[in-house]
């Protein structure tokens, strides 16, 4: 039996407030370190799919010239990941389509697992605050033990040994990581261009509500 592993982005594939967050982290980063608050609002945008600590660290850099400690980046990250959980996370909701996908991959896939660049305590806490934790083999966010995307999937490989991986993100580093890993990448074009996407890596590009028709033509050629 073929080994098949799916895995997902979760802001801006399954549920979205990327647009709450990139503000948010504009407006805080302003009132810390006064930089730009529309340039880093941006810039959030662009990173997505890399780890929260690498936003941070970019733009304490380019403001100041010097590497933002750990003491210095838990300060500030306090104050953003609270401003989340009190006045963000209790409002969202699911993309369209996205818990028939994940019914759909909970039937058909032998591992599902998220990939985030959400800190490791935070992206459980906000699985288990919308329930739909019983979807997951595995849930990885980013910390000491995994610092990004790359980490996940390395363990992923390690662990499961999989023959097919199909891997879903909104962000241009989920494609990147995914291709290069092997896996089959589906892009959401939720705040990239179905262009940007994939020159980035995305085999395909489809909105969440299309991509059960697409796993479904994908899953025909492991059957064995």
Same mark, same amino acid.
Request: hydrophobic letters at 40%; aromatic letters at 12%.
């Given at each position: ?54 936003? &941070?660290?970019?733009? =304490?850099? *380019?403001? %100041? +010239? ?7 980046? !838990?300060?500030?990250? $306090? ?52 329930? &739909?934790?019983?979807? =997951?083999? *595995?849930? %990885? +966010? ?7 995307? !790359?980490?996940?999937? $390395? ?70």
């Amino acid at each position: 039996m073929v080994m098949k592993v799916i895995g997902f982005d979760l802001d801006g594939s399954l549920i979205d407030i990327e647009d709450e967050k990139s503000r948010l982290f504009g407006m805080i980063l302003s009132q810390f370190w006064g930089v730009n608050a529309k340039e880093a609002a941006n810039c959030w945008i662009d990173m997505r799919g890399k780890s929260r600590r690498s936003k &941070f660290d970019c733009f =304490f850099n *380019k403001q %100041y +010239g010097k590497v933002l400690t750990d003491e210095e980046y !838990e300060k500030i990250e $306090k104050v953003f990941s609270g401003k989340l959980k009190n006045e963000f996370y209790p409002k969202i909701k699911f993309l369209r389509g996205a818990l028939d996908l994940l019914e759909f991959s909970r039937k058909n896939f032998d591992i599902i697992f998220i990939s985030s660049g959400v800190p490791d305590e935070e992206v459980k806490y906000l699985v288990e605050l919308k329930a &739909f934790g019983h979807y =997951f083999d *595995k849930i %990885y +966010g980013t910390g000491d033990k995994f610092k990004s995307k !790359e980490d996940h999937f $390395k363990q992923v490989i390690s662990e499961f040994n999989p023959e097919l991986i199909v891997f879903i993100g909104d962000g241009l580093e989920d494609m990147r990581v995914g291709k290069k890993f092997n896996a089959v990448t589906i892009g959401i074009p939720s705040h990239q261009t179905k262009k940007k996407l994939i020159e980035a890596g995305a085999k395909y590009v489809l909105q969440t509500s299309e991509i059960v028709d697409l796993l479904k033509i994908i899953l025909v050629g492991t059957v064995k």
